[in-house]
């Protein structure tokens, strides 16, 4: 059983408001597992203890995977650890290409059999407590000594090295008031609080460490072996992180990938739901990229692997997510600085009941000292500090198990207050695969290899182009185009291409090009916009004399489009369209989507006048592609990128990236948001609402020292339990 919460996650000294720490240029990292190290009163004590060190120049802390990263120059790493072992803590370093997930055994300073025997002789000190015989008197303190002793040495010891460092925490507050019971007589009352403090500790480490491995549990989906093709041909079992890049893989049924790939052979089925939350089988080819942690349903296959172990796209999203986990949200920074006021507060009041209840009420300075000693226990808001980052962690793992990687508790935080979301058209509400509909010559040619012709110069130039339009036209007149030349090709951003073919200047681009050149008339303006209506962007097929074709491409929506926009719209959030296509191309799409406001032929700058524009209206999101549309997505108060997996950038880049191309992963975010601000608010009430209670029962007399640790332990159960329900929720 883990002793990792022994230390208590309460306290009267809190760190500030965590952030990403980048290592100073040129320092060296000392990287050291410390078991003790899960809450931000260990991380008060370490940064104390650290920050003045000589040479040290920057701290990161990794509560959850209990990881400490001390960037130093030349600083005496020994002198580092001793430092670290004088805070009761042990420190065991770890190479820099050590996994921080092979995490050993956590240690246990107090056996099951011992904590046990102790609650055997408090029960029993608390009995003869109760019975009116005489010899009750000394064997009362014979039987809760030693109860005390079994379990409450290495919380004394803690409650010390915390009160050297002037810091109250659960030990320090416990050690005095177990101490402060011995001494007023309270032998039974002092051996059960502290086997009761000991047994809510060892449970709640438990429940802690729940929520801890919700997101190191998703590595497991990622095999530690894989089968190599030897130079020999042979097939041979190694480690994956020996698998280097470009080497030859082997899965067979019912496996699952060890690594990111292309697929060499084999058209296999997957389940790729560790990756993007979705559990419905994935038909692969050879040449289509697949993932770590995937299942392959049937049929063996060979991939070429693309990343190392250390770097699948799965060990990406452990990280982010990890990293998320480090920094705080809002709540539990006010949480944080709430507890740093409250803590000192109530020890004071506690302080001050002992010393003045005989004047103030008249009673005995005994009963004095019990009630200030009640009020110490009430003092840990260990309930209220744990509640905070174990909703928000759940959160953040429910989402990416759910295919949702968000990249801190700010943005889970504030997605349940988006009033906006804008949405870019192209790979977002549409395939992003445009089709060919139709086209024409605006001269009715001659003869069938005339119309060949057009159709050879638009693929050639088509071909030379990387946007998505042109690749459509390419793809559906590839047949007509030969090995013919294009000489001095130029792209035109936001308009189109042009170039020579066979040594004839032309030109493919939109509506936008072709009035920059003077050539539409209003005959031709009138074909162009029919076809427009219809939802189609046109692309133009030109010389510098006139206009030769007309192209119709149209992008048809996602399947999943239109019951995402639905379902946003049921959770009371508005939807903008923003798009480079023509006005009346946007129009139609996001009539067919029930889009509430569409704009169209909009360059870069203006999505992002228009993000700025409405963000005084509210908070609004941006969902786009992660490159394309940067500048909106970075003004957005919520930046979504769609389709990361695979994508460096994406993850890298977006606050929330959605790992598949599903816009249904919107409303399940925006539910899970909500859901996470709930369990906060309840979580925040319970642990108030029982600390209120507890401290007018205190000064009425009703509490008892083992009844205040009962609810104080009780409380940090319960709001535990209430936060890994996350979990276990069902948003979709």
Not at 197 to 202: D, K, P
Not at 271 to 282: A, N, R
Not at 408 to 417: N, S, T
Not at 576 to 591: P, Y
Request: aromatic residues 4%.
């Amino acid at each position: 059983m883990s002793d990792a919460h022994e230390h208590g996650c309460c306290g009267g000294h809190h760190t500030e408001p965590r952030e990403a720490v980048a290592a100073p240029a040129d320092s060296e990292t000392l990287r050291l597992r410390i078991q003790e190290m899960d809450c931000p009163t260990e991380e008060a004590l370490l940064r104390k203890a650290l920050t003045s060190a000589p040479g040290v120049a920057a701290l990161e802390f990794d509560l959850m995977a209990r990881i400490l990263s001390i960037h130093h120059h030349d600083a005496d790493t020994e002198a580092l650890q001793a430092r670290v072992r004088d805070l009761g803590m042990t420190p065991r370093p770890l190479d820099t290409d050590d996994d921080p997930s092979d995490e050993p055994p956590a240690s246990d300073d107090t056996p099951w059999g011992r904590l046990i025997l102790a609650a055997l002789l408090a029960l029993a000190a608390e009995i003869v407590g109760w019975t009116p015989w005489p010899w009750t008197d000394w064997l009362a303190p014979v039987l809760a000594l030693p109860a005390i002793t079994l379990v409450g040495l290495p919380t004394w010891r803690k409650g010390w090295v915390a009160i050297r460092h002037r810091t109250l925490n659960i030990n320090a507050l416990m050690s005095v008031a177990v101490t402060g019971a011995l001494l007023i007589g309270h032998w039974s009352e002092a051996a059960m609080v502290m086997v009761l403090f000991t047994l809510a500790e060892h449970i709640e480490s438990r429940s802690l460490e729940r929520a801890r491995r919700a997101i190191r549990d998703l590595l497991d989906s990622a095999p530690r072996q894989a089968r190599r093709r030897a130079p020999s041909g042979e097939w041979e079992n190694v480690a994956a992180a020996d698998v280097a890049i470009g080497d030859i893989v082997r899965v067979l049924p019912g496996e699952r990938l060890p690594l990111d790939g292309e697929v060499m052979r084999g058209h296999p089925s997957l389940d790729e739901s560790p990756i993007t939350g979705e559990s419905l089988p994935v038909d692969k080819a050879p040449g289509d990229s697949v993932f770590a942690g995937a299942i392959n349903h049937d049929g063996d296959f060979d991939i070429r692997t693309t990343r190392v172990a250390s770097d699948t796209t799965l060990a990406r999203i452990i990280h982010a997510v990890e990293q998320a986990q480090a920094s705080q949200a809002p709540t539990q920074r006010f949480i944080d600085r709430f507890a740093a006021v409250y803590t000192p507060v109530v020890f004071a009041l506690a302080v001050l009941t002992a010393l003045a209840w005989p004047w103030i009420a008249g009673g005995a300075w005994l009963d004095g000292i019990y009630r200030a000693l009640v009020l110490l226990v009430i003092a840990c808001p260990c309930a209220l500090v744990i509640s905070t980052p174990v909703t928000i962690v759940s959160g953040l793992s429910a989402a990416a198990r759910a295919g949702i990687l968000i990249k801190g508790g700010r943005f889970l935080e504030q997605g349940r207050r988006l009033s906006w979301l804008a949405l870019d058209k192209t790979g977002t509400l549409t395939r992003g695969e445009p089709t060919l509909e139709h086209w024409e010559p605006l001269d009715e040619p001659s003869d069938a290899s005339s119309r060949e012709a057009l159709a050879r110069q638009a693929t050639l130039l088509a071909g030379r182009s990387t946007h998505p339009v042109s690749a459509a036209i390419h793809r559906a007149l590839a047949p007509n185009a030969d090995d013919g030349s294009v000489d001095d090709f130029r792209e035109l951003p936001g308009q189109g291409v042009e170039g020579r073919v066979d040594g004839q200047p032309l030109w493919l681009g939109n509506r936008r090009l072709a009035e920059a050149r003077g050539l539409i008339d209003a005959t031709l303006a009138e074909r162009i916009e029919t076809l427009e209506r219809r939802g189609a962007s046109v692309v133009a097929l030109g010389s510098s004399e006139r206009v030769l074709a007309l192209f119709a491409v149209r992008d048809p929506l996602k399947p999943t489009s239109l019951a995402a926009i639905e379902a946003l719209h049921g959770l009371g959030v508005k939807t903008l369209m923003l798009s480079g296509d023509n006005r009346h191309a946007v129009s139609a799409i996001a009539t067919e989507a029930g889009i509430d406001s569409a704009r169209g032929e909009l360059l870069p700058e203006d999505k992002l006048a228009i993000i700025e524009e409405h963000g005084h209206r509210g908070v609004i999101g941006m969902v786009g592609d992660g490159i394309n549309d940067a500048p909106a997505l970075a003004r957005a108060d919520i930046g979504f990128s769609m389709g990361a997996a695979g994508s460096d950038v994406a993850i890298e880049t977006a606050d929330v990236a959605l790992m598949d191309d599903d816009l249904g992963k919107l409303p399940t975010f925006l539910r899970l948001s909500r859901a996470t601000y709930a369990v906060l608010v309840q979580n925040i009430v319970l642990a108030l609402g029982i600390k209120a209670v507890f401290m007018v029962l205190a000064f009425t007399g009703q509490a008892t020292l083992w009844m205040a640790v009962f609810a104080d332990l009780g409380a940090s159960l319960l709001v535990i339990g209430n936060g890994l329900r996350l979990l276990r929720s069902r948003l979709a």
